[in-house]
Each structure stands twice: as structure tokens, then as C-alpha cells.
């Protein structure tokens, strides 16, 4: 398995979780709850990608660009969760104050 794919499921797996059965639950609608929880969960994304490609010179292929882990793994998920948060947001009539 390549690291970009490695490092692409890691993010929907997270994502999935969170949004599927972690947010739902301990957050509901509140625009707060999920920023941080999903805050918490973006560090734990980066924490494993970390402890997976720190100091291992990979070059990451994000688009055109050569990147380093923290920012592939960081735009990935970025990418991944934005449509996933805005589908969230109005199945569950998200309060943004």
C-alpha cells in the first residue's frame, strides 16, 4: 500500500467516525461541540501520520505539488471533510451561533 493511500484511508476512516457516530452523539447540532471535537480529531489524524512518516524523507504527491506528510495528511483531510461537514450541517439542522 502506498503512503498516500495509507494516509487517505487513515482520514476517511477518522472522518467516518467522527461524523457517523462520534459527533452525532456527543455533539448534536451545535457548531461549537463539533468544531472541537473535530478539532481533537484532526490532531489525533496528524498525531498517527506523524508517528508513521516523521523524519522518513517521503515525498507526498498532493495534486501537482511534492509535499511533506503533515501537509498531505492535513489538505486530505480538509478536502475529505468539508462536503462531509456540509452534509452533516443540514441533515442535522446545524446552529452556527
Not at 484532526?42 to 498525531?47: E, H, R, S
Not at 506528510?69 to 441533515?91: D, M, N, Q, R, S
Request: with cysteine; hydrophobic share 50%; proline share 3%.
Amino acid at each position: 500500500m502506498t503512503p498516500e493511500l495509507t494516509l487517505l484511508i487513515l482520514a476517511v476512516t477518522v472522518i467516518s467516525l467522527g461524523y457517523g457516530f462520534i459527533y452525532p452523539r456527543f455533539a448534536g447540532n451545535d457548531f461549537k461541540k463539533v468544531s472541537m471535537q473535530d478539532l481533537i480529531a484532526t490532531g489525533i489524524t496528524l498525531m498517527i501520520a506523524g508517528s508513521l512518516y516523521y523524519n522518513s524523507g517521503i515525498e507526498f504527491s498532493w495534486l501537482a505539488f511534492k509535499v511533506n506528510w503533515f501537509w498531505f495528511t492535513f489538505l486530505t483531510y480538509v478536502v475529505i471533510e468539508i462536503p462531509v461537514c456540509l452534509v452533516y450541517a443540514k441533515k442535522h439542522n446545524m446552529k452556527f451561533s
